[in-house]
């Protein structure tokens, strides 16, 4: 089933911190232990620029540990940021969309391991990094999506696990590009993505 993100009922589309740190406030340590990525991207070949993502394995850590091993191992290399939907999200991470044909792009692959949701309380705020899904909670893969606007109807329904710390001019020039009637942008959005911190 395609992953889909779901706004007011209508169909629209998707190391670690310790727990002692966490309750003695040492907000600061904590967030430099959390993994960085580097996203980049390119529009029909062109150079794009470049996300920098921030996990929260503290709230995530099964998606957090599914997206490091994704990209351990170049699976994300060469897919595309699929759905572009401005005032709403950009989504990608779909295996298909690195060489199958466009109209499977966003159905994802029915033999990737599903996530179990990990619904938390970090709001779905401009920015915000989510794990796109199917109806079924618990069917998370490798898409994800970018908030790009505040989204507090996602809240506690789509699995928060990271924000975006820089480049969020590039997802906004994203959410710009051309794009056809299903959304999906009429040059390919290509991304690669690489961790930033050990």
């Not at 904590?30 to 960085?36: I, M, T, V």
């Not at 696990?161 to 994203?174: C, H, L, P, R």
């Not at 710009?176 to 009429?186: G, I, K, S, T």
Request: proline share 8%; with cysteine; net charge positive.
């Amino acid at each position: 089933m395609r992953a889909v993100v779901v706004s007011l009922g209508c169909a629209v589309l998707f190391g670690l911190a310790s727990c002692a740190a966490a309750r003695s406030g040492e907000g600061k340590s904590s967030a430099l232990q959390r993994p960085r990525y580097a996203i980049t991207v390119t529009h029909g070949g062109t150079p794009m620029g470049e996300i920098v993502v921030e996990l929260f394995p503290e709230v995530a850590p099964l998606h957090v540990a599914n997206f490091d091993s994704l990209v351990r191992i170049g699976f994300y290399d060469g897919t595309a940021f699929h759905r572009v939907v401005p005032g709403f999200v950009i989504q990608g991470g779909d295996p298909n969309s690195k060489d199958k044909p466009r109209e499977t792009w966003g159905y994802g692959d029915p033999s990737q391991r599903r996530i179990p949701a990990e619904f938390n309380d970090r709001p779905h705020k401009r920015g915000t990094v989510s794990a796109a899904r199917a109806a079924d909670p618990n069917s998370a893969t490798s898409q994800f999506f970018i908030c790009l606007v505040d989204l507090p109807q996602l809240d506690g329904k789509y699995t928060v696990f990271g924000q975006v710390v820089s480049g969020m001019e590039v997802v906004d020039a994203i959410a710009a590009v051309p794009r056809d009637a299903r959304d999906n942008p009429l040059q390919k959005v290509e991304m690669r993505i690489r961790r930033l911190q050990p």
